[in-house]
């Protein structure tokens, strides 16, 4: 290796995390070739994401395994949660250890840490090692200022909580009149049970990010303008480096099941793509009430479901919606999105999700389940209009009806209107000038400063 400096990238191996922060940092590698990173995540997210996403550059990255935590011949219990407690409980060593490590091999020392903003530890990794920390929140500018307020929430919720009432309005806080306690990530609003490992560690990186050098997000400054001068507030840098679906887009995935030519079959506007994302499958009352609206509603559909399709669906559901639908393990949803036949997205409201639907001009229908969906499910309703909840939060057979033709016969046009407004200040966001491309150059001269 001719280059001396070095940066380490700690990773967080689950979910939509790892993928946007190699995006992230394959931008920050083009810009400063002489720097390697050695990007720390575990073995099998590795295999994923530098085999679909990498396509072989920049060379000056390199990954590296870490430890995923789990006990030698751990089995499986069936609880998709455990895995990632167990990652969690062990990551600060495991990462501590994987850094000493990479440096004892290459004999470089590490000048500087990018970590998954979850990793409030890596803070104390940094303080020690005396390098800067660059913290990257994979989510939207609202759920990070909520984990950093976290306390200041609690104090307010207890003082405004009348008579133990259930739900409670956000308005205390500014930009969150539209906003409930129970669109708060699971935790935020805790007091008196003791927190979960993850709300603990969401609880930890909220006091920890003010200290980060630099905490940057996956969104442009125009998006949430207000939310971000609180955040500027609070951190010393706060930089908006994306949206990474227009910075950084992915290379076009493969389309294995056909989805972009049968959408080439149909009439603009007129589909409703649906999916949870890489983690959530809803539970079968759910499915079981979406597969029935979806037969009965007038509208074409493609849903890219995960599970085992005999187990969840209805019987002899595919047979019977075969002229109007398409099931799929997986589509190539930011090429689905950008199709012009698609006219609604029913989601889950991850944030890659809503970027993705944003860049395409799509619509969408909202089924939150946990951490920042809520969140991001009240803002696009409530803030910038282009999409609506599903009524009572949960599907149901008449709820998804309604909701698909409240989008396709009613107010999708003026949503699709406001999303031409978001996508215009996105598109001017990443130019030459723009503020996407200023904050990038901000991130690149701390780096720089190693
Ligand atoms: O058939 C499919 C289904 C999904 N995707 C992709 O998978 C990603 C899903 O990402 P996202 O919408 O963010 O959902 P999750 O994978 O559930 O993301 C986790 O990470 C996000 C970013 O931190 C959080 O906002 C979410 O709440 C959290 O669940 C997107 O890029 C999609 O394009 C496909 O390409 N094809």
Redesign the pocket.
Known sequence: MSSSRHIAVLAFP????A??LLSLVRQIAKAVPDVIFSFMTTARSSGIIFSQDYNGGPHNIKPYNVDDGLPDGYVPSGNPVEPVELFVKAAPENFTKAVEKVEAETGLKIGCLISDAFFWFAGDMAEKMTVPWVAL????PR?VLVHVDTDAIRQALQATNESGKEDQKLDFLPEFSAFQKSDLPEGVDVVGRPESPFEDLLHKMGNKLPQANAVAI?SFKELDPEIGKQLNARLKKFLNVGPF?LTSP?SI?PDEHGCLEWLNKHEPNSVVYV??????TPPPHEISALADALEESEFPFLW?F?GNVEEFLPKGFIEKTSGKGKL???????Q??EHESVGAFL??????????SMRGGVPMICR??????KL?MRTVEAVWGIGVGVEGGVITKNGAIKAMQQIFLGEGKKMRERLGVLKKLALEAVQPNGSTTRDFSTLVEIINQL
């Open positions: 689950f979910g939509s995390h993928g946007p929140w994979t989510a939207a759920s996956n679906t992915s995935k999916s949870f994302g890489s983690v959530i890219s995960r799929v393990p997986w589509a190539p949803q930011v689905v999105l989601t889950h409201c991850g944030w890659n999700s809503i970027s993705e939150p389940f946990f951490g920042d969906q991001n």
